[in-house]
């Protein structure tokens, strides 16, 4: 059994299918799955909070040490979520990219994967990468990849940042706030007991790379709708940008 946080308000129905969070003002609810894994592909379809959602966080993410992020910030009625991205490594993050998204999150179902094998990271939205976090050991930058995650899902209030920087704050008169989540894949070595259950024969994710097909939709993204991206950000790093920002995609 895979566990859940927030009593009721996490939600598993249609014979584990289904996931639903909500959000009210005396908590949020989550999800985690039991097993561990070291290196994998994870899809997951979510349809965000629908309507007014400023102030609510949602999440899927790779996490325990180190953490892999999709983090929706979400909106007033009719204003856009923003898709925040981070990688945490040895705990430490301020790796953030932020994405507007070229469809309104709230309408429908849409695929958000992550991907991490030995030699990158690579973010997914309805099989579109948006971002790839390539390994850097080469520069001196720590890379997860000998400790174990589990995937992480939830809902939370977090107004104080998320909305336009936290000037619009949670309007609880339109709570409870749901989010489904559904068609949760793992493709994935499990790890137990120190021992991952991959063998020699690799899924095709082990070696995936971004083809020239996929880099030109990265692009695309990247220039149409990337907000924010830390390697670009000169303000916040006078003494010289992290050394992975030297690996041009
Ligand atoms: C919310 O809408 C405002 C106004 O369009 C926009 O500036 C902001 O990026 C949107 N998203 C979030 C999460 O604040």
Redesign the pocket.
């Known amino acids: 059994m895979d566990l859940t946080w927030g009593g009721d308000r996490a939600k598993i129905t249609q014979n584990g299918g289904l996931l639903q969070l909500s959000l009210d003002r005396a908590s949020g609810s989550g999800f985690q799955s039991k097993q561990q894994y070291l290196f994998g592909k994870i899809d997951m379809q979510i349809k965000l909070v629908p309507g007014d959602s400023a102030g609510t966080l949602s999440s899927e993410n790779w996490g325990s040490h180190d953490e892999i992020d999709f983090e929706f910030?979400?909106?007033?009625s009719g204003?856009?979520?923003?898709l925040h991205t981070n990688v945490y490594t040895r705990g430490k993050g301020s790796r953030e990219q932020q994405f507007y998204l070229w469809f309104d999150p709230r309408l429908a179902f849409h695929t958000y994967s992550l991907l991490w094998n030995p030699q990158q990271i690579i973010f997914s939205v309805d099989g579109t990468p948006i971002r790839v976090f390539r390994n850097a050991e080469g520069l001196g930058v720590p890379y997860p990849k000998s400790q174990a995650m589990r995937l992480y899902s939830s809902l939370w209030c977090a107004d104080d940042w998320?909305?336009?920087?936290g000037l619009?704050k949670t309007d609880w008169t339109h709570a409870p706030f749901t989010a489904s989540y559904r068609a949760y894949r793992a493709d994935a070595c499990v790890y137990t007991n120190g021992r991952s259950s991959c063998s020699s024969s690799k899924a095709t994710w082990w070696n995936q790379a971004l083809d020239s097909n996929a880099l030109k939709k990265l692009k695309w993204v990247q220039q149409n709708y990337m907000?924010y991206n830390y390697c670009n950000d000169a303000k916040r790093f006078p003494g010289g940008f992290p050394p992975e920002c030297a690996l041009k995609i």
């Open positions: 910030l979400g909106n007033v204003q856009p979520y923003i998320a909305t336009r920087g619009v907000i």
